[in-house]
């Protein structure tokens, strides 16, 4: 991924913050002029000057690059996080986003450099006329601080080893291999190296991958981070079963490793992955060997399932208590219904992108208690954030009262997706036309308004939510389509159209059974397949395990409703759901031409993300021509009391709680 660039005679330096590399182009060929320069660190910014190209990174380092023999001849220790960096007179400046600007002498870089304090985080250089400007940002010390206080309905995951991701106190005590950028928004989707330095491409036709570790990385118990843990961190996911879900997480995520097929039989009682991954204490690097390509494996290595333990960890068994990890916050106390996380006294930020300090001195989270009382202590400020998502509900009257008197403290944010799924391999909808038609039909809006209106849900049309690599806006199913993608109104002359042309005008179609939640869009669907010319009626199971047997089991279910929820930003935790192997019960459809071009799409996320993310892009858009599903909305909102600001939603952590001011 490149994040900046500096222009010579010879040619355009480049700086790549995945590759941890700078590279230099030939300006009008785009050919390179020599091999990517290594920098064993994440790059923030470039200059030219004095002779030399000068590199910031994010650990506090800055390279000094020979421009012809393209090598780096020194590497200057500054300290902080670094962000931007200009030469002017024979003298290179530095800013510094912990709140400081640097100078030293190109010609003498083996001086200390001068610390001027800005008090504000540096954010950006210039020089004009022998003076140098700065440009600053609020100072986050300005904002740490304070108790944050959460309340739900169910505990958080405690143990790295289980737990659905987003879900989860992993995401304040450890870290892993890679991450993501830690910003709410698309920008957040970025993958950024975390405990290694880089993020390495893989070598031997995709099946191996070598990360060199930072060094100095010490856990919140003072164990310094090794290179095994990686290995233990992964074999404790094939050895300990989630209590909830009944089945062990890593071969959900890692059965591509060499030697996971001999841990098939989850959970087994020692996992030996020793082949798989490599670890070389001395180099202070680990390598994955895979069996074959896995185009998601970079994304399932940021999942918690692979965060590093050590030998105190037990190998067999859940974590009560705190779990060791290099994040900022660790557990002090943990009870049935209260867990107390405090700040890490050994936690030293690395890379302020990846990994910021968090702004709360102490963060209590408090569950067993009921949505609408959840609500009540947020309104009341006895509690600083409730969720309003995953199952998490309050009653219809409570929320429209929310929206009226706090709509500044309710956020919409999601990325999930709830549905209308059609079985292809079922009259009616084994014709193409006759489920566009019930996806034009649809009253989106409608059925928005069962669930919370505006503030809690989002109307779309299309499979991947909102800031996921590939997400485009599109919609076909509306009145006026237009090339926003936004959905205006249902289009009933045009479903009816749709309909005649199918051939299957009073065809009997059974909705359901779906689970309960979704009994207002089941009803929904008689009404509008009536109107379409359908014999209509409501299968009233209601029970989930009745209802995922009638779906995924016996695929007898026409039509009906579901919410997806992906684990990983990897576009393919949703449009998976269209290929032939993961088609049964939702689609019921297989199509090898659209396999193949998902498997090309994943095959180049290894080397280029950005052409990966627009081909995604383009698959997104088959799959909803296609109308298996008909999207009706991305759920999820949260509610912050009034004293809550620097509000972020993170696509793959959810809330970032850790960055909320609470002073």
Not at 169 to 186: E, N, P, T
Not at 203 to 210: E, M
Not at 577 to 591: Q, S, W, Y
Request: charged content about 20%; proline content about 8%; glycine content about 8%.
């Amino acid at each position: 991924m490149p994040v900046a660039l500096a222009v010579d005679d010879a040619g355009v330096w480049v700086v790549s913050q995945d590759g941890g590399a700078v590279t230099h182009l030939d300006p009008r060929s785009g050919a390179t002029l020599a091999a990517p320069i290594p920098l064993g660190s994440r790059p923030t910014a470039v200059a030219i000057g004095a002779g030399s190209v000068w590199v910031a990174s994010s650990d506090g380092t800055v390279a000094r690059i020979d421009p012809v023999g393209h090598r780096v001849t020194a590497n200057i220790d500054v300290g902080g996080s670094l962000s931007s960096i200009i030469v002017t007179n024979g003298v290179v400046w530095v800013a510094d986003l912990q709140g400081a600007a640097y100078q030293f002498d190109a010609a003498d870089s083996s001086s200390p450099p001068r610390r001027i304090t800005t008090a504000s985080a540096a954010q950006a250089l210039a020089g004009v006329e022998g003076q140098v400007w700065v440009a600053t940002r609020a100072s986050a010390a300005s904002h740490r601080g304070g108790t944050l206080r959460i309340v739900s309905s169910l505990p958080p995951d405690a143990d790295p080893a289980f737990g659905f991701p987003n879900y989860h106190l992993a995401s304040f005590q450890a870290d892993g291999l890679v991450a993501y950028r830690r910003v709410g928004g698309i920008a957040g989707s970025t993958l950024l190296p975390d405990l290694a330095t880089s993020i390495p491409r893989p070598t031997d036709a995709g099946k191996t991958y070598t990360f060199q570790l930072r060094t100095g990385l010490v856990y919140s118990d003072a164990q310094p981070v090794r290179p095994e843990d990686f290995r233990r961190g992964i074999e404790r996911a094939f050895q300990i079963e989630d209590p909830f879900y009944g089945e062990a997480f890593g071969p959900i995520y890692f059965s591509s490793l060499l030697g996971a097929e001999a841990c098939a039989e989850p959970p087994v009682e020692r996992c030996d992955l020793s082949a798989g991954i490599v670890t070389d204490a001395a180099a202070n690097t680990v390598t994955f060997h895979l069996s074959q390509p896995d185009p998601d494996f970079l994304y399932k290595l940021a999942l918690p399932y692979a965060y590093p333990a050590p030998d105190t960890v037990p190998a067999n068994a859940p974590v009560q208590g705190a779990f060791p990890g290099t994040g900022p916050y660790t557990v002090s106390a943990i009870s049935e219904t209260e867990i107390r996380l405090v700040r890490n006294p050994n936690f030293q930020p690395w890379d302020t992108d990846v990994r910021p300090d968090g702004f709360p001195d102490e963060i209590v989270w408090t569950s067993g208690i009921e949505p609408d009382e959840q609500a009540s202590m947020v309104e009341r400020g006895e509690a600083d954030y409730m969720p309003l998502r995953f199952g998490n509900r309050i009653a219809p009257a409570t929320f429209t009262a929310l929206r009226t008197q706090y709509p500044a403290q309710l956020h919409f944010s999601s990325v999930s997706v709830v549905f209308v799924f059609m079985n292809a391999a079922l009259p009616p909808f084994d014709s193409l036309e006759a489920r566009q038609a019930v996806s034009m039909a649809i009253d989106r809006a409608h059925i928005a308004e069962q669930y919370g209106g505006a503030f809690a849900v989002g109307i779309t049309c299309q499979v991947l939510p909102p800031a996921y690599p590939g997400y485009r806006p599109y919609c076909p199913y509306t009145m006026e389509p237009d090339p926003g993608g936004r959905w205006k109104a249902p289009d009933l002359d045009a479903a009816r159209r749709l309909v005649d042309a199918s051939g299957t005008r009073g065809a009997k179609v059974v909705v359901g059974p779906v689970p309960a939640r979704y009994n207002e869009i089941a009803g929904h669907l008689v009404t509008i397949l009536g109107d379409l010319g359908y014999d209509a009626t409501l299968d009233t199971v209601t029970e989930d395990e009745q209802v995922y047997e009638a779906i995924f089991d016996e695929g007898r279910v026409q039509i009906g409703a579901f919410e997806w929820l992906a684990d990983s930003l990897a576009p393919s935790g949703f449009l998976s759901a269209f290929t032939c192997e993961g088609a049964a019960g939702l689609t019921n459809n297989c199509d090898p031409a659209l396999d193949a071009r998902m498997a090309e799409a994943g095959a180049l996320q290894a080397t280029d993300a950005a052409a990966a993310a627009e081909e995604w892009a383009e698959i997104d858009r088959a799959v909803v021509d296609l109308a298996l599903w008909a999207p009706l909305f991305n759920d999820g909102t949260d509610f912050v009391s009034a004293r809550v600001g620097n509000y972020q939603f993170h696509p793959a952590y959810s809330v970032l709680l850790d960055q909320l001011w609470v002073r």
